[in-house]
């Protein structure tokens, strides 16, 4: 666990850009394209206002959750190379301000929400707050090589949330894309921790690919891969979306599953070696992309 | 000197920011309010 020090008196005023880059902009931005079609899938939406609020939130929210996650695995962040240079660990910025500053926005980001859509959105945006920082971060991520499966859950909530900040009440569809976002995180993470493995282990944190080795995880990647298909295509036969989802879903699983199939047939273990793991993760972002893409089109467009 | 003169310019940055940040708040409380009162306009 690292040591915690509060105050680092020497270093400058943070400048905006690393406060900024605390919050981990790539990454929120899946997190609120995800919300978005959450909540455009819902059956009525708010004033356009109230919409944009809880978009705005869900962003909020995730931003506090890079600056939190940042605060804490500084001194992991630090023995890595793809995160050395971020604010803290390269020294640029006050260990204690990046706490202040993620436990301000979340708190904001909350708050703000109860009071545009209702409490039980925000409710649910303190939940997934909590679940990322305290049960994956602290808890899971240098504890267990499952850490992804169930860490999975903090990053499923936002068209849940989207849905409900839109709506007021759970209901199928959300839940269900819940899980398609739950089931398509271990594949994902997988495939980018098989090439930055050697990170991994340097930084000592149990990735699945550093404590069982690369074949045991390509044969879970391939699992999960048939669980998301089976998940994502769901809707459609449930009769909760129409066919342009319908077909999106089993087209962009079919090349899902593919990809997983080329990287169960990998042998290799160098990074430089791992083409399909790399190809697997780059499709598995623009899948997540085009499947909510078209889970709004079904909504919005007449079929 | 050439300390003192960046601090000076990372805090103009960040005052700026805030001040065009607090606006923007505001701002978007007001349309939250009337949204939230129902007024058609």
Known sequence: ?303 | MKLEEEIVRRQRDRARITAWLLGGFVVLLFFITIAKTGINW
Not at chain 1, 48 to 75: D, H, K, P, R
Not at chain 1, 186 to 194: D, K, Q, R
């Open chain 1, 1 to 303: 666990m690292p040591a915690i020090e509060m105050s680092n008196p020497a270093a400058l005023p943070a400048d905006w850009r690393d406060i900024f880059a605390l919050t981990k902009p790539r990454v929120m931005r899946l997190v609120v394209f995800s919300g978005l079609c959450g909540l455009l899938a819902a059956p009525e939406l708010p004033p356009l206002v109230l919409s944009f609020t809880a978009i705005l939130c869900i962003a909020l929210a995730a931003g506090a959750c890079g600056a939190l996650n940042q605060w804490y695995e500084v001194e992991l962040d630090a023995k890595m190379l793809r995160t050395a240079r971020r604010p803290l660990p390269a020294g640029r910025m006050d260990r204690a301000a990046a706490l202040h500053f993620g436990v301000g926005l979340g708190a904001f980001s909350v708050l703000l929400m109860g009071l545009a859509t209702n409490w039980l959105a925000a409710g649910l945006l303190a939940a997934s707050i909590l679940f990322y920082v305290l049960i994956y971060t602290v808890w899971l991520k240098p504890r267990t090589p499952q850490n992804i499966v169930i860490g999975g859950a903090a990053g499923a909530f936002p068209p849940l949330i989207g849905w409900v900040a839109a709506t007021g009440h759970f209901a199928a569809l959300p839940l269900l894309l819940f899980g398609i976002i739950f089931l398509w995180t271990p594949p994902h993470f997988w495939a980018l921790s098989m090439f930055v493995r050697s990170d991994y282990a340097a930084a000592g944190i149990p990735m699945l690919p550093v404590v069982a080795g690369p074949q045991h995880t390509r044969r879970q990647i391939f699992g999960y891969s048939l669980a998301l298909a089976v998940a994502a295509v769901a809707p459609w036969p449930l009769g909760l979306t129409g066919p342009i989802y319908g077909i999106a879903a089993v087209g962009l699983n079919i090349g899902f599953v593919v990809f997983a199939a080329r990287v169960l047939a990998n042998r290799a273990s160098e990074p430089a070696q791992m083409g399909p793991e790399k190809k697997l993760f780059g499709y598995s972002v623009l899948y997540l992309f085009v499947l909510f893409g078209a889970l709004v089109a079904d909504r919005w467009l007449p079929w």
